[in-house]
C-alpha cells in the first residue's frame, strides 16, 4: 500500500476516486491549509454519545453490537464553549465530513489518526479502529478517550483527526460495512 501525499490527495478528488464534502480548503500552497504532507484534516461534529451512567451491563463480543450501543449511549449536543472530557472519560463523536471512497475501480482506502499534539496531552481519537475500507461512505465514527491527567475541552468544527488515503491492491469483492452511510457513531441512524 502507498500513501497519497497532499498533491495526490487533491488529484484524486479532482477525478472522483475520493470524496470529501465539505471538500477541504484551502490547498496545500496556503498556510492555514487543513492538508498535511500526506494528510488531511477532518473536524468534530457537535453531537456526541456518551455511555449511560448508572448500567450494570456486560457485552457479549461474540455478536454484533451495534444494536446494542445505540441503547448504551445518549445523544449529547456540544455548545460553543466546548464539552468538558475528564481524564479516564470515554464517548462517541463523529466527523462533520462525510468520506466516499466508492469501490468500483478506484484503489483506494483510508484510515483515521489522532492528531500527535493533542495525543501528547492524552487525547486518543479512533484508536482502535482506523480502517475505513473501500466502497465505504459516510461521516467517520470516532472513539474518544482522554488518557492524559487534564481534563480537555472538546469543541465542534476542531480539526481532531487525520484521514490518511492508501491505495489498494486489486478491486475488492464486496464492501457490506454494518457501519456503511451511519449518521451516527454508534452505527444506528442519527433521529
Do not use: K
Request: with cysteine; proline share 7%; net charge negative.
Amino acid at each position: 500500500m502507498t500513501v497519497l501525499s497532499n498533491r495526490a490527495l487533491i488529484e484524486a478528488m479532482d477525478a472522483g476516486r475520493l470524496r470529501i464534502d465539505p471538500r477541504p480548503a484551502p490547498t496545500p500552497e496556503v498556510r492555514g491549509s487543513p492538508f498535511g504532507s500526506c494528510s488531511v484534516d477532518l473536524h468534530l461534529g457537535r453531537t456526541i454519545f456518551i455511555p449511560r451512567r448508572g448500567l450494570q451491563v456486560t457485552l457479549d463480543i461474540r455478536g454484533a453490537l451495534t444494536p446494542t450501543l445505540d441503547a448504551l449511549y445518549e445523544r449529547r449536543e456540544i455548545a460553543d464553549e466546548g464539552w468538558v472530557l475528564e481524564p479516564g472519560r470515554f464517548l462517541l463523536g463523529r466527523t462533520i465530513e462525510v468520506v466516499d471512497l466508492p469501490l468500483s475501480g478506484n484503489g483506494l482506502a483510508a484510515r483515521i489518526e489522532g492528531r500527535s499534539s493533542f495525543a501528547r496531552a492524552g487525547l486518543l481519537v479512533h484508536f482502535t479502529a482506523p480502517t475505513i475500507h473501500a466502497g465505504f461512505t459516510g461521516s467517520i465514527a470516532l472513539e474518544i478517550i482522554n488518557l492524559g491527567e487534564f481534563a480537555l475541552v472538546l469543541r465542534p468544527g476542531s480539526a481532531i483527526c487525520q484521514l490518511i488515503v492508501e491505495t489498494v491492491e486489486g478491486e475488492p469483492i464486496r464492501s457490506d460495512s454494518q457501519f456503511q452511510h451511519q449518521s451516527a457513531p454508534t452505527g444506528a441512524a442519527a433521529p
